[in-house]
C-alpha cells in the first residue's frame, strides 16, 4: 500500500500537500518472502503445520457432515418421528430448526481454540 | 395496508445508510481504505457487518416464504446459510486474509502466477455477482408493490441508486459502518416484530403453532424434495458460501489471520441468532397466510404477517419496521457485492486507481438493474440456491485446492472452473427449458450440485496432475505466507 511520503508514480504529479495512491500492480502484490522459504527446516516446519491444520479442518467438517446427513436420512427415511411432539413443535422441527445451531458454534469454537494451539506450536519450535 | 407509513419506513433506512456512508467519508482517504478499509476493522465490527451483507432478500424473506411454501424441507435452507460459514471457518478464513489479496482473482495470480487464471476468475466473480444481485433487485419489487402498490421498478432502481451512490461516496470503509448498521437494523426488524406478533398471540389465548397445526399442513409444491435433492441443496450452500465474492472481500478487512477466525466465529453466532426469527415467522405464515403458498407469492408472508394477525395501527407499525429491515437487506448485500464487484473490475479494467474504481461501480450497478427489470421474479431463496450451486462448482474449487494443495497448477483450475460453470449453466438451463422433466431426472438439473461440484473438483485435480511440471515457481513461499502465523509483534492494543 502507497501511503503518505511515498514518491507518486511517473505522469503530471499531484498537487502540493496530496498524495496520489493506486493499488500495488502486476504480479508479485507484494509478495515478500516471509521467513527462509529455501530453508529446509523451516519448510518442513510449514509442511507440518499446513498438514495438521487440514487434519483438523477436515476431520470436523466430515463430523458435521455425518451428522447433517444422518438428519437427513433419518427425517427422510422415518416419518413417524413426525408425530414425536414437544410443546406441539415435531421433534425434526425442533432439530432442525434449533438444534444444529448450537452444534455449529461448538464446533466452531472447538477449531478455533485446536487451530491456534497448533500456530502457538509452530511460533515455539521455529522461535518467532 | 397504509401506503404513508411504508414509504416512510424506506425512507428512513435509505437516508440513515446514505448519512452513515457520509460519516464514513471523512474516514476514506486513500486506495487501502477505498478496498478493504485498510485492515483496521475490528472483529465485532467486522463480524457485524459480513452479517450485514450476507442476509439478504433470501434469508430476510424467502426463508420464511419457503417455508410457508414446502415446510421442513426449507430448514435446510438456513443450516446451509449459516454452516457455510463454519466452513469457510475451517478452510478458508485465515489462510485468505494472510494471502494478502485483495480479491479472489488476486489471490489467483499471487497462487498460480497466471494472468490466465486471474482473467477466468474475474469473469465467473462479476458473473456469480450479478446473478445475485438480481434477487435482491426482484425482492426490492416485489416489497415495494405488495405494500404501496406502486411499480415494482421503482424498488430496484431505488436501492440500485442509493447503493451505487454510498460506494461512490466512501468505498469499503463506509461500507463496513453501514454493513453493521444494517445487520442489527435487520436483525430488529425480524425480531420486534416476531416477539409482538407471538406476545399477542399469547394475550390472546391462542396457540402460535395451532396447536401444531401449522407443522401438518400438507406442502403446497410440487412436493417435497427427495434425499437427493436435500443433499444437492446442502452442497451448494455450505460450499457455496466459500467462493461469494462479497463474502470474500470481508476478510482481507481483518487485520491478522487469528482475527478472521474470531471474526468467522463471531459471525456464526448471529447468524445461529438471527435465523431462528425468520423459521419462527414462516411457521406462523403456515397457520396465518396460508393462501400465499396458492397464489406463488409466499415471499411476502413476513411483510404480510403484522397485519394479519395484529392489525390497527400496531400492525402497520410492526409492517413498517418489517419494510424497513428488507429494504436494509436488499441494500447491504447489493451494496457488499457492488464494492466487491468493482474492485474486481476495476483492478483488470481501469488499473486499479480510486477513479477506476468509481467506474466500475457504476458498471456493477447497472447491468444486474437492466437484467433485473429484464426477468420475473422468482422464488427468492431458490433463486439464491442456484447462484451458490454455481460458486460451489467455479470458484470453490480453486479457493480449497488453492489453499491446501501444493500442486495446483494454472491449468489444472482453468479447466476445474470451466467445468463446473459448463455443467451448472447446462443443469440450470435444461431445469428451466426442458419441459417433460420429472422425477429425480428433474431434481439433478434443479439442484445440480451434488454431482458439479464433486466434478469440478476432480477435473481441477487430473489436469493439474497431467500439467504437473507448471506449478507456480512461487508456491512455497506463497503456502508459507498463507499458513504460518503473522509475526507476534505488530498487535495493536485493544481499545
Known amino acids: 500500500m502507497t501511503g503518505p511520503g511515498t514518491p507518486p508514480p511517473a505522469g503530471r504529479p499531484p498537487a502540493a500537500g496530496r498524495v496520489r495512491v493506486t493499488a500495488p500492480e502486476g504480479a508479485p502484490l507484494g509478495l515478500a518472502r516471509r521467513r527462509a522459504a529455501d530453508d529446509p527446516a523451516a519448510e518442513f516446519y510449514v509442511r507440518s503445520l499446513i498438514r495438521s491444520q487440514l487434519r483438523l479442518s477436515l476431520s470436523v467438517a466430515l463430523g458435521f457432515l455425518l451428522l447433517l446427513l444422518c438428519l437427513a436420512v433419518v427425517v427422510a427415511a422415518w416419518p413417524q418421528i413426525h408425530a414425536i411432539r414437544i410443546l406441539t413443535i415435531p421433534l425434526p422441527w425442533i432439530v432442525l430448526g434449533i438444534g444444529v445451531y448450537p452444534i455449529i458454534l461448538l464446533g466452531a469454537f472447538l477449531y478455533n481454540r485446536a487451530s491456534a494451539r497448533y500456530e502457538a506450536r509452530y511460533r515455539d519450535v521455529t522461535g518467532e | ?495
Open chain 2, 1 to 495: 395496508m397504509n401506503a404513508g407509513t411504508s414509504l416512510a419506513a424506506i425512507a428512513v433506512v435509505v437516508l440513515s445508510t446514505v448519512l452513515i456512508a457520509v460519516h464514513g467519508l471523512r474516514l476514506s482517504r486513500t486506495t487501502g481504505d477505498f478496498y478493504v478499509a485498510s485492515r483496521t476493522v475490528r472483529p465485532w465490527w467486522n463480524a457485524s457487518a459480513i452479517g450485514g451483507e450476507y442476509l439478504s432478500a433470501a434469508s430476510f424473506l424467502g426463508i420464511a416464504g419457503l417455508i410457508v411454501v414446502s415446510g421442513q424441507d426449507a430448514l435446510w435452507f438456513p443450516i446451509g446459510y449459516t454452516a457455510g460459514y463454519l466452513m469457510l471457518l475451517l478452510f478458508v478464513a485465515a489462510p485468505l486474509r494472510r494471502s494478502g489479496a485483495y480479491t479472489l482473482p488476486d489471490f489467483a495470480q499471487i497462487r498460480l502466477g497466471s494472468r490466465v487464471a486471474r482473467l477466468v476468475t474475474s469473469v465467473l466473480v462479476v458473473m456469480v455477482g450479478w446473478l445475485y444481485i438480481v434477487p435482491q433487485l426482484h425482492g426490492a419489487a416485489l416489497t415495494l408493490g405488495i405494500t404501496t402498490g406502486l411499480p415494482g421498478w421503482l424498488g430496484a432502481g431505488l436501492v440500485m441508486a442509493v447503493v451505487c451512490l454510498t460506494v461512490l461516496a466512501g468505498g469499503m470503509r463506509s461500507i463496513t459502518f453501514v454493513q453493521a448498521f444494517q445487520f442489527w437494523l435487520k436483525l430488529g426488524a425480524l425480531a420486534v416484530p416476531t416477539v409482538f406478533m407471538l406476545l399477542q398471540l399469547g394475550v390472546a389465548g391462542r396457540s402460535p403453532t395451532g396447536n401444531g397445526l401449522a407443522f401438518d399442513l400438507p406442502p403446497a409444491a410440487i412436493g417435497s424434495s427427495g434425499i437427493y435433492g436435500t443433499i444437492s441443496l446442502i452442497v451448494a450452500l455450505l460450499f457455496g458460501t466459500l467462493g461469494l465474492p462479497h463474502v470474500l472481500v470481508r476478510f482481507y478487512t481483518n487485520p491478522d489471520g487469528p482475527s478472521a477466525r474470531r471474526t468467522t466465529a463471531i459471525v456464526l453466532g448471529l447468524l445461529s441468532v438471527f435465523y431462528l426469527f425468520p423459521t419462527v415467522l414462516g411457521v406462523l405464515g403456515r397457520l396465518h397466510l396460508p393462501e400465499l403458498a396458492l397464489a406463488g407469492n409466499a415471499d411476502a408472508t413476513v411483510l404480510l404477517l403484522p397485519e394479519r394477525i395484529v392489525g390497527g395501527t400496531a400492525g402497520n407499525l410492526l409492517t413498517a419496521v418489517v419494510i424497513g429491515g428488507a429494504f436494509a437487506a436488499f441494500m447491504s448485500t447489493t451494496s457488499g457485492l457492488v464494492v466487491s464487484l468493482a474492485g474486481v473490475m476495476s483492478q483488470d479494467l481501469f488499473g486499479g486507481t480510486v477513479r477506476g474504481f468509481r467506474y466500475a461501480t457504476v458498471l456493477a450497478s447497472v447491468i444486474p438493474l437492466l437484467l433485473a427489470l429484464g426477468t420475473s421474479t422468482l422464488a427468492l431463496a431458490g433463486a439464491i440456491g442456484s447462484v451458490f450451486a454455481f460458486t460451489a462448482s467455479t470458484l470453490c474449487p480453486l479457493l480449497l485446492l488453492g489453499i491446501w494443495w501444493r500442486r495446483l497448477t494454472a491449468a489444472g483450475a482453468v479447466a476445474g472452473m470451466l467445468t463446473g460453470a459448463v455443467g451448472c449453466a447446462a443443469a440450470m438451463a435444461a431445469a428451466s427449458l426442458v419441459p417433460g422433466l420429472s422425477g429425480l431426472a428433474r431434481e439433478v438439473a434443479v439442484q445440480p450440485a451434488a454431482w458439479t461440484v464433486p466434478l469440478a473438483f476432480l477435473v481441477t485435480v487430473v489436469v493439474s496432475l497431467a500439467t504437473a511440471g507448471q506449478t507456480s515457481r512461487t508456491t512455497t513461499a506463497v503456502m508459507t505466507r498463507l499458513h504460518a502465523p503473522e509475526r507476534a509483534a505488530p498487535v495493536p492494543p485493544r481499545p
